[in-house]
């Protein structure tokens, strides 16, 4: 993910925890559908925060999922109710159809 503003920095996470940040998978009718829900924790150490300054970006790693349904994924990032989401690249994963179940 990249910040292409050219002032405004913003935090994505604290420690070693990314949150507000969704995994999204495509379904068989090309919408998108979030795949796993954010994970809120806190280490308690007052660790700094991740921020992704002007003109930086973030590459985040993921556990992979088990499946046998090839589609595109991405990330969302919703940490704003008065912003809209931004999204990451697409990229190729294997999942389990179920997941794109409610």
Not at 27 to 37: I, K, P, T
Not at 80 to 88: A, D, G, L, N
């Amino acid at each position: 993910m990249k910040n292409t503003s050219d002032s405004f920095s913003f935090s994505v996470g604290e420690f070693c925890s990314l949150f507000c940040f969704v995994r999204q998978a495509k379904n068989e009718h090309g919408r998108w559908v979030d795949v796993e829900y954010p994970t809120y924790y806190s280490c308690g150490t007052n660790a700094r925060d991740i921020v992704i300054e002007p003109q930086g970006f973030l590459v985040a790693k993921l556990i992979r999922f088990k499946g046998k349904y090839k589609t595109e994924c991405r990330l969302k990032f919703d940490r704003w109710k008065s912003i809209p989401p931004v999204y990451s690249n697409t990229f190729v994963d294997y999942i389990d159809k179920r997941q794109l179940l409610k």
